[in-house]
């Protein structure tokens, strides 16, 4: 690497007051020579912002914060801001806890400057990584674990990544399409390498044990990582349709267990219809389109549309599930089962075409805007192909 190569080191940061000094000062010695800034984006209220601002006066090198009240995205979102606000197209992305050695800096740098890849990535499962900073055997399992089921799901993007995990890593801005990026949670590596189709090289990292604070790591943060997985590998609609499968098996459970007590199946159909309608709407508003919701309308007008197109959906599927068990005489469960099948797909298309739609669609339309060119039949094979099957793997 040349002397006086341009790189931006990415710290995203969740109350790391007490790491800040030395990370710089460690950081600036590897760096010694390069034209070289640390970025930090802070999300915590421990005053790490302030800390940064201090160390920063008499630090080597420029060292700059930017402080994040809403935080959105997790420490994956403060990511994506930082490669936004980065001062170069080089950036390295690393921990604030001392977990990831500053000194492994000039490595990633040395590797990126063979000229073959877009990403470097510092590997704890690498020849001569080391995981003894995970502590526990069980933090060592369930990383471990999750590193299989990713690479499983991604055999052709992570062929060549042992750990997709790891949160410190060198990218090329320029090869990134930052406005596609929908973080969540703290895998921003993985989320990189599932949509964007890069060459990437690894380094060995030994994996330091923490000094100060307490890991994030969290079973919330596990349901997110679950969720954000399924929404890469599979898209909406398969995360949509998971959501359903956990109504569906709600629903069928509600309507056993009222049959059971010698409720007549027409009112546990109904019964178990309103409980599962109400509570795929909060997941589906949680996991699914979440990244809609910024531009569509009110979450109350939002709910109100949901839940009265279920309820119109379901009082037309219900009566057609009583005609096949009077008619067909198969059971009540089957014919439930089988209707809220073909039930799937409308409710896909209209939560994403209806009740999702940007409010600058149905604004324009008002103010009596040129109608859009699509027609209908092309609007739902657009939002199949850009939500059903996004991001998918080529």
Not at 69 to 95: E, H, K, Y
Not at 276 to 291: H, K, P, W
Request: proline share 4%; hydrophobic share 50%.
């Amino acid at each position: 690497m040349l002397v006086g190569t341009a790189v931006t080191v990415i710290v995203p940061t969740f109350d790391e007051r007490d790491d800040v000094e030395e990370l710089v000062h460690r950081a600036a010695v590897a760096l010694a020579g390069y034209d070289a800034e640390i970025l930090y984006v802070d999300d915590g209220t421990d005053g790490t912002d302030l800390e940064v601002e201090r160390v920063a006066a008499a630090a080597p090198l420029p060292v700059r914060v930017i402080h994040r009240d809403d935080a959105a995205g997790g420490l994956a979102g403060a990511v994506v801001v930082g490669l936004r606000a980065a001062g170069t197209d080089l950036c390295i992305v690393m921990d604030g806890d001392l977990q990831h050695p500053p000194e492994l800096l000039p490595a990633l740098l040395s590797r990126y400057d063979a000229g073959d890849v877009d990403v470097v990535a510092a590997s704890r499962y690498v020849g001569g990584g080391d995981t003894s900073g995970l502590g526990t055997a069980v933090r060592f399992g369930v990383s471990r674990a999750a590193t299989w089921l990713t690479r499983a799901m991604f055999p052709i993007r992570l062929a060549r990544s042992t750990d997709p995990m790891t949160g410190f890593f060198l990218v090329d801005r320029t090869r990134l399409d930052i406005d596609a990026l929908r973080p969540q949670g703290f895998k921003i590596l993985l989320e990189i390498l599932a949509r964007t189709d890069l060459r990437i090289a690894e380094v060995p990292m030994e994996f330091a044990e923490r000094r100060n604070g307490t890991s994030k790591a969290s079973l919330r943060q596990g349901a997110t990582f679950v969720a954000h997985l399924a929404r890469l590998r599979f898209g909406k609609m398969s995360l949509f349709a998971f959501i359903g499968v956990i109504g569906a098996i709600a629903n069928l459970g509600i309507m056993w267990m009222l049959t059971a007590a010698g409720v007549p199946y027409i009112w546990a159909a109904i019964i178990g219809a309103e409980v599962t309608i109400i509570g795929n709407f909060l997941l589906q508003e949680r996991f699914v389109f979440a990244d809609m919701r910024t531009d569509a309308r009110g979450l109350g007008m939002r709910f109100v549309t949901s839940f009265t197109f279920n309820n119109a959906e379901a009082a037309l599927r219900i009566p057609v599930m009583a005609l096949m068990v009077e008619t067909w005489h198969i059971s009540s469960v089957l014919a439930t089962g089988l209707t809220l099948i073909v039930a799937f797909f409308a409710r896909f298309l209209f939560h994403s075409l209806f009740v999702y739609a940007p409010r600058r669609h149905r604004q324009a339309d008002a103010a009596g805007a040129e109608p859009r060119p699509d027609t209908a039949a092309v609007r739902i094979i657009r939002a199949i192909d850009a939500e059903a099957m996004k991001p998918g793997e080529l």
